[in-house]
């Protein structure tokens, strides 16, 4: 019973299943975020006056805390997953929206130029050139912020239970249980660690196209 | 033909790209715009394919204006290289050539058995096909950049500045290939350039630009260089246009001396009957040069070879032109030039002297011809 993945029923899940929770409270944020950032970085890359409010405005976002957040939510979305889901969907904004506008932007003009002159209309030079060419950036964007959000889950536990991994934080102050405590710190960084590998590993599928380390021209 | 009809492009601040620019590019051939920076060669271009849009003035394409098709239908009937190559770096290199074609809808199969044929026309070897452009060297990137830009077969070939990032021995080779593979497919090729070596070299007629964007002269290379229209593309030319023009004169007309060449193991009798002439070129048992002698210093039998001056470099009479003739003159030691067959053996030597002599008779026959196409074209302004 006092075993270390073993928890205390009250927080109504069993290890693998708080994970489980975990790495969807912590995901389902990114991917929202980035579907977020992708039409918002490239109104930046096409009109350029609006990227500097943009920035100003995620990074605005990004200094609210979470737990203002929430008290502001749960009057709309309730004690739920969602109220913890939101904000972090926001706070990666502020790196994602960069780290897509620099992608885009690191495009050489001459590829642009070939691209307009061989008749790739915008949407499709978007999708064809742009897009493709700032996959490593973006993915080194997705990387900080997929392990920034897995660690900020944890906090949905002050609103009762939503903090997956987080609420055996709280469940070890109250069954005066250290383990518990050390347990979720090591199981979250576990998780980062886990995401980001997956994160380099999904890059070097996607982009056997870029210059390996020390290969010369 | 495209016919650009009284161009201009003036920018919002008021600057001026091209003024009133007129200039009409003939069928398979290149015409190349050269002129300094700022003299809107590039925007030139670049109005052909419409990236850039003319504030005045239309460009005609066969008698049609080029407004008249959708814009990415008429781009995609244009080549287009450019310095740097731009190559889709995400891309293999086939995939790269195949671009065009996939955009007018070939299937991937055939249009990767079309890149692969482009591949083995602009000099690439199949293997480079699954690699990524960082894996090639800029020549290769640029080679690449014209096989993409023939992929789709267009009529026309716009180049803009394609070889300028390459170093001068890899810029040479691409010239050569681009001749080459132009001989066989005879495009409409549109060349900017701001090398007016690379311009002589490569066009058949060549638009002289003047910072501004006004045309300072359009004529075939032979008569900028003989006849430059005014200061400017006088100095534009630089200062050795009359030993340049002579890449325009043959050199099959020389009359070659054939007296003066000996063999290394030639006997006394051989050499003495020759020693009429001041110096005499020693050839090896093939027949290939050796070098210059003066007679009374052979022995005769056995040459010591490492006495010889040097003979500079031969030329192929009837292939190579009289500045490389004059050259090889120059270079020696005795004045004289030696002509050597396609297999490198001597076929004559001939002097200095010589040499100029041709040089004036090329003079007075390129000024009669040029007398008779001024004629001929007043007759046809009528």
């Known amino acids: 019973m006092n075993g270390f993945f073993d928890l205390p029923s009250d927080l109504q899940y069993s290890y693998l299943g708080l994970v489980a929770l975990h790495l969807r409270e912590g995901l389902l944020p990114v991917l929202a975020g980035l579907v977020l950032a992708l039409p918002v970085a490239q109104l930046c890359v096409r009109f350029r006056w609006v990227y500097p409010p943009v920035l100003g405005v995620t990074t605005v976002l990004y200094s609210i805390p979470s737990l203002a957040f929430f008290v502001v939510l749960i009057d709309y979305v309730g004690q739920s997953e969602t109220t913890v889901m939101i904000p972090l969907a926001i706070y990666s904004l502020v790196v994602l929206v960069p780290a897509i506008v620099d992608g885009v932007r690191s495009v050489p003009p001459e590829t642009l130029a070939a691209a307009q002159a061989m008749g790739f209309g915008p949407v499709r030079r978007y999708l064809q050139v742009q897009l493709p060419i700032a996959v490593p950036a973006i993915i080194a964007g997705l990387r900080v912020a997929t392990v920034s959000s897995l660690s900020l889950v944890s906090v949905g536990m002050l609103i009762g239970n939503q903090g997956a991994l987080g609420n055996m934080l709280y469940a070890a102050t109250t069954y005066h249980r250290p383990a518990l405590a050390v347990n979720s710190v090591l199981t979250t960084a576990v998780l980062g660690i886990l995401a980001d590998a997956a994160l380099v590993l999904v890059r070097r599928l996607l982009t056997p196209w870029m210059p390996t380390k020390g290969a010369a021209r | 033909m495209i016919r650009i009809d009284s161009v201009t492009k003036r920018y919002p601040d008021g600057t001026v790209a091209v003024d009133r620019l007129s200039l009409e590019v003939p069928d398979r051939a290149i015409t190349v715009l050269v002129g300094p920076s700022g003299c809107g060669k590039t925007t030139t271009l670049r109005m052909i394919n419409r990236m850039v849009e003319p504030t005045e003035g239309g460009i005609l394409l066969d ?320």
């Open chain 2, 63 to 382: 008698g049609t204006d080029i407004r008249q098709q959708p814009v990415n239908t008429l781009r995609r009937s244009m080549g287009y290289v450019i310095q740097n190559a731009g190559l889709f770096q995400h891309r293999t290199i086939l995939d790269n050539i195949a671009t065009v074609p996939r955009l007018l809808g070939t299937p991937k199969k055939q249009a990767r058995a079309r890149a692969a044929e482009l591949m083995e026309r602009v000099g690439l070897d199949a293997a480079l096909a699954r690699r990524y452009p960082y894996q090639l060297s800029g020549g290769q990137q640029q080679r690449v950049g014209v096989a993409r830009a023939l992929a789709a077969d267009p009529p026309v070939l716009l180049m803009d500045e394609p070889f300028s990032a390459v170093d001068p021995v890899v810029r040479k080779g691409l010239q050569d290939e681009l001749l080459r593979i132009q001989d066989e497919l005879g495009k409409t090729i549109v060349f900017v350039t701001h090398d007016i070596d690379e311009a002589i070299k490569l066009g058949t007629m060549v638009a002289v630009l003047r910072t501004g964007g006004r045309l300072a002269q359009f004529a075939p290379p032979a008569e900028l260089l003989s006849a430059p229209a005014d200061a400017f593309v006088e100095d534009f030319l630089g200062a050795d246009r009359g030993i340049r023009r002579l890449s325009f004169f043959p050199s099959a007309e020389l009359e070659l001396e054939t007296e003066p060449i000996v063999a290394a193991d030639a006997d006394a009798e051989t050499i003495a009957a020759r020693s009429a002439a001041p110096y005499l070129l020693v050839t090896d048992a093939d027949g290939r040069p050796l070098g210059w002698s003066e007679p009374d210093r052979l022995t005769a039998g056995a040459v010591d070879t490492g006495q010889l001056l040097d003979h500079g470099r031969p030329f192929v009479p009837g292939t190579d032109s009289l500045r490389t003739a004059l050259d090889g003159a120059v270079l020696s030691p005795t004045g004289r030039a030696v002509a050597v067959d396609g297999e490198g053996r001597a076929v004559g030597v001939v002097s200095q002297q010589v040499i100029g002599d041709a040089i004036r008779a090329a003079h007075s026959r390129a000024a009669g011809a040029a007398d008779a196409a001024g004629a001929a074209d007043a007759e046809a302004v009528r």
